[in-house]
Structure formats: C-alpha cells, structure tokens
C-alpha cells in the first residue's frame, strides 16, 4: 500500500468518524436534556444539507461541470418519496419500512431524471449548462404547482389546473394538490437515519472518485481533449456523474420531505441551488469534507445568531468572508496542509 493509498483512507475514515462522532455527541446531549427544541429542529436539514453538498459537489468539483438544477433533482426525489409513502399507507403499515423503499424510489426517480436532463444537456459547456439545469429547476417547480394527482379505485388519476378535473370518486383523495403540494406528509425523518444517509452518501462518493471510473471523470475534467484522445468515453462519464449526483439529491429530497408537516413545490426554487452551490463553493470545490463542514456551519451560523438581530447578518457576512479565504487562498491551504502533514508525522512518531 503505496502513501498515497495510506493518505486517501486515512482521510476517509477521519470523516466518517467526524460524522459518527457527531452523532454520538448529539445523542448524549438529546439524553440528557442538554439540547434545546430549537437545534433539535435543525438535526434532519443538517442531514439533508450535507448530502445536497457533497453530491453536488461530485458534480461541479469532480466533474467539473456547473449545475443549478439540483433543487430540481430534490424537488422530484421528495414529492416521488412522499407520493408513495401516501399510497402505499394502506398496503404497507409501517412508516418506517413506507420511508426506506421512499427513499429507493426517490434516488431512481431523480437518477432517471438525471439521465433524461443529462443527455442533450452536458453536451454544453460552463454558463449554457447552468442556465439549462436552472431552468429545469424552475420548469419542475412550475409544472407541479398546476398538476392535481389523486387515487381512487380507479387507480391513479391526473389533471392540470384544477382539483375538480380529477373525477375522483367519493372514497378516492387528491395527494398532490397543485400549489397546496402534498398535505399531512407523514413524519418519518430522524437525525439517525439522516446520519446513515449521510454516511451512504460519503461511501458512494469517496469511492467513486478512487475509482477506475472517477479518475476518468477527473481526467475529462482537467483535459477534455486529451482524455477523448486516448478513447475516454466523454458522454458516458459525465452523465454517470451526473446521475449519481442527481440520485443522491433525490434520497435528500425523500428526507427533507419526511420532516415536514406539507410539502410545497415553491420550497425548491433556485435559491435552493444557489444556496446548496454556496455550500460547495465556500467548502473548496473538490473537497468533500469541506462541503460538510460548510453545510453544518451555515445551516447553525443563522439559528445560533438569532439573539443578535442587530449583528446577526453581519456576522453571518464575515463567517463567509472567512470561510472564503480559508479555502480558497493558496497561502491559507498551503498552511493547512503544513499543519496536517506536522501532526501526522507526530502521531507516527508517537
């Protein structure tokens, strides 16, 4: 095992175990009443966050490519996931076993929607790629503010514009009702599935990137002509990347939808992907480990500072300044790497 081997996996199990010491610490200030409601309630998006960055990440660090169609992607794993979760209430009673195969059904609804948007749309480059899956995103979130989708005996029923174009019968019931989205969506989200979906996440991703297939999207990435020239196929890795990324917006999609009384369309609009981009960006693009810390601490920062609402947004503004600089000046990563590379020649030494 070479020392580049040793540094990746090293590397990858500190951040699994960052995660699961997280959990750790959270259950014990849950048990011993140490938590208040209020960060409580920002468990589950913590979770949601994370995974929205580093899949996007895999696309716009590792890939290279510029999406703004991420909440797009969420938009259509959560109302996929709550839509069965619904349905199937009947057939399957457990919430717990309705939410798992949610979240399958979630993560291949959005991949498939990945591919379809995929195809025509990576064949363009830099801004013409950003508009195209921003307008995805907006033409997802529109087109669901005006479809009605019930279920009666009948079986499932579609209309447009209004709830009375359905037909449904007396016993059937309207579940995705226009602007109104999804009512009463059963709550079945918690800060321990979201962590073993975070963890899901990170294994997909870390070891995509190491392998065969991730090398070669980083190698169209840094070179698109010299990789089509040794017969990389550029199409199929950039969509690979894309889908997977827009399969693991998805099982976000399904989590986030599962912690919310209703689910709305208007909730996923493009500051959603603005915001989730801002995660990628402000972690360093590429690092993996970066997105998470910038999600958690974006996420707190706003709910932490609520008390100083003379300063909060300042403050807020300076955190990302910081943040900024950290990861993205060449000093301040050189410096980072020094310190990394001091303590671990001294926990060998040890």
Not at 1 to 17: A, H, V
Not at 56 to 66: A, K, R, T, Y
Not at 337 to 348: A, D, G, P, S, V
Request: glycine share 10%; proline share 1%.
């Amino acid at each position: 095992m070479n020392n580049k081997t040793k540094k990746w996996l090293r590397d990858n199990f500190m951040t699994y175990g960052i995660v699961i010491l997280a959990w750790v610490i959270v259950q014990l200030l849950i048990r011993t009443g140490n938590i208040t409601n209020q960060m409580k309630g920002l468990l589950v998006p913590l979770c949601v966050y994370v995974i929205l960055a580093v899949s996007l990440n895999l696309v716009v660090g590792i890939s290279g490519e510029l999406s703004l169609g991420h909440a797009g992607f969420m938009c259509v794993g959560a109302f996929a996931g709550a839509f069965f979760t619904k349905v199937s209430a009947d057939a399957i009673t457990s919430l717990q076993v309705r939410f798992v195969i949610a979240i399958l059904i979630g993560a291949v609804v959005a991949g498939i929607f990945g591919i379809l948007i995929g195809i025509p749309v990576l064949r363009l480059r830099g801004d013409y790629l950003a508009i195209v899956t921003l307008a995805f995103g907006e033409i997802i979130k529109n087109i669901l503010n005006i479809v009605y989708i019930g279920v009666d005996e009948n079986g499932i029923r579609f209309a447009l514009e209004k709830k009375s174009n359905l037909g449904l019968s007396e016993t059937g019931q309207c579940i995705i009702e226009g602007a109104k989205g999804i009512a009463k969506t059963p709550k079945a989200s918690t800060f321990t599935a979201g962590i073993i979906l975070v963890l899901l996440t990170l294994f997909i991703v870390q070891n995509l990137i190491r392998s065969r297939s991730g090398r070669a999207i980083m190698a169209i990435r840094d070179n698109r002509i010299a990789a089509e020239s040794i017969g990389l196929n550029i199409t199929k890795y950039k969509l690979m990347a894309f889908s997977i990324s827009a399969a693991l917006a998805g099982v976000a999609g399904v989590l986030y939808a599962h912690n919310l009384a209703s689910l709305a369309a208007e909730k996923f609009d493009y500051n959603m992907s603005i915001l989730i981009l801002v995660y990628v960006v402000l972690g360093g693009i590429g690092n993996i480990s970066g997105s998470i810390i910038a999600a958690v601490v974006l996420t707190m920062l706003p709910e932490l500072l609520r008390g100083l609402n003379d300063y909060r947004m300042l403050i807020y503004a300076i955190v990302l300044i910081v943040m900024m600089i950290l990861n993205a000046s060449p000093g301040a990563i050189a410096a980072r790497e020094r310190l990394l590379e001091r303590f671990h020649r001294k926990k060998e030494a040890a």
